[in-house]
């Protein structure tokens, strides 16, 4: 069965680092988004992303967070300077078309900044 | 504002029935999703309604009214694999952003 993928797993790094969270959706999915979830609090809306654009974005995806779909197949999500309030796990998700509804989440990348 | 309101946890017992309610108040609405999510994973999905009614699929049924901005999701013989954080959220426009409850911990005791 197709599934999203993401990398790394687990990201440590120094506040003010740059990251770069990597996710491989479902092939010939159209719709891809990015989530977060901060532990123990609900998970949260980031960006959607269609078409080579974005469709909406969040508060939280400030002038810090951009995406990018550099290939056929990746789907990034890069944090410019991180905080310590960036620490969450992050989870990418896709769907296949307009007429869908079901959005299959990746694993997820848990990210902490020290 | 936006909305969505479910219990923070609910405790039943191996073999019997429960029942998680869902509020929501958001500005745009395109469906109501449950999900379910273990510690540390990822969520996955449940069950999808956008019109009033229910929608069963083996084990779990959910339940929406769109006019009372109310939905519930239904576990049935419950089993201990079934212990996780079960999320409510709403679809609330076209491009697929879903707007998540903070979870219900169902807690599944011998």
């Known amino acids: 069965e197709p599934e999203v993928t993401q990398t790394p797993s687990h990201q440590v790094t120094q506040m003010g680092q740059e990251v770069i969270l990597r996710c491989v959706p479902i092939?010939?999915?159209?719709?891809f988004y990015w989530y977060r979830q901060i532990l123990g609090q609900k998970v949260e809306f980031l960006v959607s992303?269609?078409?080579?654009?974005?469709?909406?974005k969040s508060e939280i995806f400030d002038d810090q967070f951009s995406v990018e779909r550099p290939d056929g197949s990746n789907f990034t999500l890069k944090i410019r300077s991180t905080k310590l309030e960036d620490s969450a796990m992050y989870f990418c998700?896709?769907?296949?078309?307009?007429?869908?509804?079901?959005?299959?989440f990746g694993p997820g990348t848990r990210l902490t900044v020290t | 504002g936006q909305n969505i309101d479910q219990p923070t946890e609910m405790t039943a017992t191996e073999g019997a029935i429960v029942q998680i309610n869902c509020t929501y108040q958001?500005?745009?609405?395109?469906?109501l999703f449950w999900y379910q999510q273990h510690a540390g994973e990822a969520p996955t999905f449940l069950s999808y309604?956008?019109?009033?009614g229910l929608e069963e699929k083996g084990r779990f049924s959910s339940f929406l009214s769109r006019s009372k901005g109310y939905s519930y999701l239904l576990l049935k013989e419950l089993q201990m694999k079934d212990s996780a954080s079960y999320l409510c959220?709403?679809?609330?426009?076209?491009?697929?952003?879903?707007?998540f409850g903070a979870g219900t911990q169902v807690v599944v005791t011998p």
């Open positions: 998700a896709s769907m296949a078309g307009p007429t869908s509804y079901e959005q299959y």
């Open positions: 309604n956008v019109l009033d």
């Open positions: 959220a709403a679809r609330t426009d076209s491009w697929g952003k879903l707007q």
């Open positions: 092939s010939n999915h159209l719709y």
């Open positions: 992303f269609y078409n080579n654009e974005i469709s909406e």
């Open positions: 958001t500005s745009g609405f395109n469906g």
